[in-house]
């Protein structure tokens, strides 16, 4: 889509392109991102929760449905009941959230354990393993020592009766 424009045929400069869809926006955005990628990109954080309006802790002015005996009143009962329900179910929302954070790290605890249990077991036969290991090098080492020791005797054994056939 971008072609080269030569004006005074000295510079060759690029025809802005124009925006016809979502996916043309996308596009440029990311030619955007692409021309420096050294340049650090911002990602904003993600939003809160914005969706639960403040719920008050307490709720003053608390009446039943029959408190008041004229019209207006019934809207301002209505208004009451719907602000003590909002905060009840805020309370039983965050309550939810609670008891599924906890066991989320109650999960993560457990996890945990059985990877150090794994890997206490795996490390004591690693460890098994080299120990033994070292154990055979050593009795090989002692057995060759010995060996070339004895091997030296009965070479100097010959060497002596050699000598003494001379």
Request: proline share 5%; hydrophobic share 25%.
């Amino acid at each position: 889509m971008t072609e080269p424009v030569v004006k005074d045929s000295s510079k060759p400069t690029e025809v802005k392109n124009l925006v016809k869809n979502a996916t043309d926006l996308q596009r440029l955005k990311l030619e955007r991102l692409m021309k420096n990628p050294d340049k650090p990109v911002y990602i904003p954080e993600p939003r809160s929760d914005k969706k639960s309006p403040h719920v008050p802790e307490f709720v003053r002015n608390v009446m039943g449905s029959s408190a008041g005996a004229g019209s207006g009143e019934f809207h301002v009962y209505r208004h009451l009941r719907r602000k003590e329900y909002a905060r009840q179910k805020h309370i039983q929302v965050k309550a939810e959230k609670e008891l599924l954070e906890e066991a989320y790290r109650q999960k993560i605890l457990e996890n945990k354990q059985m990877a150090e249990g794994r890997t206490a077991k795996k490390r004591a036969k690693r460890l098994k393993r080299k120990k033994v290991l070292r154990e055979k090098s050593k009795m090989s080492k002692k057995n060759n020592t010995a060996d070339s020791v004895s091997e030296n005797d009965s070479t100097s054994d010959d060497d002596d009766k050699n000598t003494t056939e001379a």
